[in-house]
C-alpha cells in the first residue's frame, strides 16, 4: 500500500447565537494497493485503487444552552482504477483462449469517475462546560462509475463499463469529561456498515466472463459491519500546551474466508499521540501521529472453477504510520 496525502478544509460562520452554518472539504473513504504487474498471482492482485472527496456544507441550532443540532448534505467525488495481470495464469490463457499473454498481460483493466450524494446529522449535549456527549450519522452514498473496461472478458476490446460501489453508512457516540484543570478523558465508539459492501461487479453489453453474458468481472467481498472502540486523555500543560495519547481497537469488516490479496485487511490496534499549541487566542496548531499495528492474518485466494484451480496462500500484516498537522484560526 503506497504513502498517500489527505488534506482536508473545515470553515464555520455563526450568524447568530443560534444558528451557524459551515463547510468541510475532506475524504472518509479510499484505499489503494499495488502489486509487481509480474506478480504471480497478478490475477488477483494487481493494482486497486479508490480515491473519494466529500463536499460536505452544514448548517447547525443551539436549542438551548445544553442541546445542539445539525445537519448537512455530502456531495462525493469519486474515482476508482482496478488492473490485474495474467501472472502464472499466462501459460494456461495461451491455450485455453485466441490470444498470447504474459505474466504481465493486462487481463482486466477498468477506470471510471462519479459523483454521489448523502447526508449527515448530529446532536451534541452539553452536559457542563466540562462535560459533553455527540451522536453523529453519516448516510451511505451509493455510487456508479461509468468507465472504459478492457479486458479478457471483452475481447481485449476497450468497451464502456459500469461498476456500482456503496460508500458505509456511519454512526459514532463520543464523550469528553475535564476531571480537573489539568486533565480529562475522550472516548468514542464507532459502527461502520460494511454489510452493504457484498461484491466488485464490473458489467458491460460487449464482455462475457465464463458463461455469464453482460459481466465483465465479479468478485465477491460479503464484508460484515465493523466497530472501532478508542479512548485518551488530554493534559493541559499550560495556556500555551496541550498534550494527548490515545489508543484504540479497530474491528475488520473483512470475513477470514473472503480476505483477498487486493484488499488483505485484519483487526489493528491504533497508538497514537498529539499536541496542540496556542500561538495566541485566535490561532492554534494541531499535530499527531500514529502507529496502526494490524494483526498477522491468513490470506488464501483462488480463481473462478471456469478459470483455473489455481489457488494462492501466505500471511499479510498490515502496518501503518500517519502524520498529521492542522492549522486554525478565528477570525
Known amino acids: 500500500a503506497p504513502d498517500a496525502f489527505v488534506p482536508a478544509t473545515y470553515f464555520i460562520q455563526p450568524l447568530n447565537d443560534q444558528w451557524a452554518w459551515g463547510i468541510g472539504l475532506f475524504s472518509n473513504y479510499g484505499l489503494s494497493t499495488e502489486y509487481s504487474k509480474t506478480f504471480p498471482a497478478g490475477a488477483g492482485a494487481g493494482d486497486t485503487e479508490l ?6 456544507p452544514n448548517i447547525a441550532y443551539r436549542i438551548n444552552s445544553n442541546f ?13 482504477e482496478l488492473n490485474r495481470y495474467a501472472g502464472d495464469l499466462a501459460p494456461i490463457l495461451n491455450v485455453t483462449t485466441p490470444f498470447t499473454h504474459n505474466t504481465d498481460t493486462a487481463i482486466a483493466h477498468l477506470k471510471g469517475d462519479t459523483w454521489g450524494f448523502g447526508w449527515n446529522v448530529g446532536t451534541l449535549y452539553e452536559i457542563n462546560e466540562n462535560n459533553r456527549l455527540a451522536l453523529t450519522y453519516r448516510s451511505q452514498v451509493d455510487l456508479s462509475f461509468d468507465g472504459d473496461f478492457k479486458g479478457l472478458t471483452s475481447g481485449y476490446r476497450t468497451v464502456d463499463g459500469n461498476l456500482k460501489l456503496d460508500l458505509p453508512a456511519q454512526a459514532e457516540f463520543a464523550g469528553y469529561h475535564r476531571l480537573n484543570p489539568q486533565f480529562a478523558v475522550h472516548y468514542s465508539v464507532n459502527w461502520t456498515d460494511w454489510s452493504a459492501f457484498k461484491e466488485l461487479k464490473a458489467t458491460s453489453s460487449s464482455c462475457k466472463d465464463g458463461e455469464i453474458v453482460g459481466q465483465c468481472l465479479q468478485k465477491p467481498e460479503n464484508f460484515k459491519d465493523s466497530l472501532r472502540y478508542s479512548i485518551g486523555s488530554t493534559w493541559y500543560i499550560n495556556p500555551s500546551w496541550e498534550a494527548r495519547i490515545g489508543f484504540a481497537y479497530d474491528n475488520s469488516p473483512i470475513e477470514p474466508e473472503y480476505r483477498s490479496l487486493s484488499i488483505p485487511d485484519s483487526d489493528r490496534v491504533w497508538y497514537s499521540a498529539g499536541a496542540t499549541y496556542h500561538i495566541d487566542q485566535d490561532m492554534s496548531v494541531d499535530f499527531g501521529m500514529a502507529y496502526l ?12 472453477k471456469h478459470e483455473s484451480s489455481m489457488r494462492w496462500e501466505g500471511t499479510s500484516h498490515g502496518n501503518a504510520f500517519l502524520a498529521s498537522a492542522q492549522f486554525n484560526m478565528k477570525f
Open 293 to 304: 499495528d494490524g494483526k498477522k492474518v491468513d490470506v488464501s485466494e483462488g480463481l473462478p
Open 51 to 56: 480515491l473519494t472527496f466529500n463536499i460536505n
Open 68 to 80: 445542539s443540532l445539525g445537519a448537512g448534505i455530502n456531495a462525493v467525488y469519486a474515482q476508482a
